[in-house]
């Protein structure tokens, strides 16, 4: 009996694949055409495994076009080699066109899985016109080869054909059969930075999951990456979790792989380091062709970036991988975390590689597959924040304007010296005098519960004022700041501050976050950021120990450095890091006597004496005496002359 012809066949047409299967069971004996579109129905149905057996099963009996479904249960088991493998031949069986063009479509298939675009564009459209030239007996292909050539199209810019074969598919099905194209133009909607309309091909096809499992576990994941774009972290981690949990039970490797590695992705950007490494690990274990394997590099190598670690390596292996590939958006992709990798200490660097993932937005035709890839990358939206009438950077702000994105891409708490919020560099106007406060230790110390947060913040005042005052700030924070929120956790009854779409940085996390990074380049620019003291309008005791906790912290690394540099004789350093921190530490006398002893070696001992008078002088007016360090200092000039 011929394929089209299987009254299984023909309910898998109809997209009844609980029906289909329900016919298999009552078969008293199935043959081999039987458990091929048995098997397919089982894969429906997200019994993978199952469909994998009987697949086998099929081809052991006599069907060698089984071939062409198992291939497609490998492919979503992860096993391309395998995959491969069985087209190969099925191939050489001297098939029917109609299931010679099958073959073609999902080689094509496994090609763009792998990340090879270029290839797939060429098989796709290969069983494109062969599917064609059937007419009517290749009507049950048209659809999904339609689909998967719209998908490749869009991943090598050229949105035209990409949107017309997706319409096309759209146009040739209904019901369930939908959910594959959907699925496919969501993700086209996604990188084209249009996300009512990918949100709107997602929920449709929702409401067809019940009858197709298969595509439960790429729907979350879907939609999980449709939240990372816009910045909404909490939502994104549910949907990314749920994707990676039925991957993972049915078996669908490549899902799972992706899922393990966004959810990796939204805990860097969080700083959630331990639980991002744990699924980076099962990532790596999953990764399997050469595109997995470069994608893996990449936010491994973002991983350890975010924490000062060593990484340039790491991401240009990446992105000579993807180079290979020929896939210029991950080639992009790759320069922005080599850019963000540059910086504080190389802003040259960091330049260099924003002008080349910009030449790689001009093949694509838009920033738009770039922007959401900024979100993950705190320190270089800060630098492009503060720079930008940098060529590059102008470029991908002008993206986000053309996109109609209004947030601002950057929010940054600023708590020393004067402290203010900036929203891309301006600031924004609190009307709550103690707002920047009620921020800070919201940032520093959440989550924490109401009755903490009055302790801390309000422990003399009217209880009653006191939350008064805490939900007016909420509210108000609202209008300033909308990106900004006071989250309360209902089940664990805690308050943390939370931001939604642009990336929250503050001075003092960065100060924290440098000063424990094993590069003195980062430790001198952690040192640079300090601006004064800690909330300097705050008496409370929370923000004094938190400000004494930081500059004791920085004075300690100071002094490290200063005394190796002396040691090594580098005085250059030591007097330019020693000038900078007694302008704000003007009475601690360690720092003087490394500035003396500096400038005593650099320019003799009438430089030291002045440089001392000055200094002791700048203590004097905070002391209200002659600090008691100054005879000491003079007699070590006269030491060491």
């Known amino acids: ?48 495994l199952p469909a994998k057996d009987l697949l086998m099963q099929a081809k052991a009996e006599g069907s060698a076009a089984a071939g062409i479904e198992l291939a497609v249960v490998l492919r979503y088991l992860g096993d391309l080699s395998a995959a491969h493998h069985e087209l190969d031949a099925v191939m050489e069986c001297g098939l029917p066109a109609l299931e010679q063009a099958a073959a073609l479509r999902e080689r094509g298939a496994l090609h763009l899985y792998e990340g090879r675009a270029a290839l797939a564009q060429t098989v796709l459209e290969a069983a494109w016109r062969a599917v064609s030239s059937l007419g009517r007996a290749g009507q049950p292909f048209l659809a999904p080869t339609a689909q998967l050539l719209g998908y490749t199209y869009a991943l090598l810019g050229r949105e035209a054909p990409a949107i017309h074969y997706l319409n096309l598919a759209l146009r040739a099905v209904v019901g369930v059969k939908r959910v594959h194209p959907l699925h496919s133009r969501a993700q086209i909607h996604l990188q084209m930075g249009h996300y009512v309309q990918a949100t709107s091909d997602l929920q449709e096809a929702s409401a067809y999951l019940p009858s197709l499992q298969s595509a439960a576990a790429h729907q979350a994941y879907l939609e999980g990456v449709l939240a990372c774009a816009q910045g909404h972290w909490t939502l994104a981690t549910p949907f990314l979790s749920r994707a990676r949990g039925q991957a993972q039970t049915s078996g669908e490797t490549g899902t799972e792989f992706l899922a393990e590695l966004s959810l990796a992705s939204v805990l860097t950007v969080q700083a959630d380091y331990d639980a991002a490494l744990a699924h980076l690990l099962r990532a790596q274990h999953l990764s399997g062709n050469v595109w997995e394997q470069a994608l893996f590099e990449l936010r491994s190598g973002s991983w350890a970036a975010a924490q000062g670690q060593a990484a340039q390596t790491q991401l240009e292996a990446a992105r000579d991988a993807f180079t290979k590939l020929d896939l210029p958006r991950e080639m992009a992709w790759a320069e922005l975390h080599l850019a963000a990798c540059a910086l504080p200490s190389r802003p040259a660097e960091a330049l260099a590689a924003l002008r080349r993932a910009v030449n790689h937005r001009h093949r694509l035709g838009s920033g738009a597959p770039l922007l959401p890839e900024l979100r993950l990358l705190p320190s270089l939206v800060q630098f492009m924040s503060t720079h930008p009438q940098e060529s590059p950077i102008k470029t991908l702000l002008s993206d986000r304007r053309e996109m109609g994105i ?31 406060e009620l921020l800070a230790f919201l940032l520093l110390r959440g989550p924490v519960s109401r009755d903490t947060i009055m302790l801390n913040l309000w422990p003399d005042d009217d209880p009653r004022k006191a939350v008064n005052y805490f939900h007016q700030a909420n509210h108000l ?31 003092i996390g960065d100060i924290k976050r440098l000063l424990s990074a094993d590069d003195e380049n980062l430790q001198v620019r952690a040192l640079e950021l300090y601006t004064g003291p800690f909330l300097p309008q705050v008496e409370a005791q929370w923000a004094r120990e938190e400000g004494d906790t930081v500059e004791w912290s920085m004075i300690n690394t100071a002094l490290g450095l200063m005394a190796r540099w002396s040691r090594e004789g580098r005085y250059d350093k030591c007097r330019s890091l020693s000038q900078r921190l007694v302008e704000v530490f003007p009475c601690d006398e360690s720092l003087v006597e490394y500035l003396v002893e500096a400038t005593l070696h650099l320019d003799g001992s009438v430089a030291a004496q002045r440089t001392l008078l000055e200094a002791s002088g700048r203590a004097e007016l905070l002391l209200n005496q002659t600090p008691d360090w100054m005879a000491r200092l003079n007699t070590r000039i006269h030491q060491l002359n």
């Open 1 to 48: 009996m011929a394929a089209q012809h299987h009254p299984i066949f023909q309910a898998i047409v109809q997209a009844d694949y609980a029906g289909g299967w329900r016919m298999y069971l009552e078969l008293e004996e199935p043959e081999a055409a039987d458990h091929r579109w048995g098997g397919y129905c089982l894969f429906a149905l997200g019994e993978l």
């Open 406 to 436: 209004s947030e601002p891409l950057h929010i940054r708490l600023v708590t020393f010296g004067r402290a203010h919020l900036l929203a891309d560099g301006q600031e924004v106007q609190l009307r709550l005098k103690r707002m920047l």
């Open 477 to 507: 924070l609202k209008s300033a700041a909308p990106t900004l929120r006071l989250a309360f956790d209902k089940t664990a009854a805690m308050y943390t501050l939370r931001c939604e779409g642009p990336v929250l940085t503050s001075d």
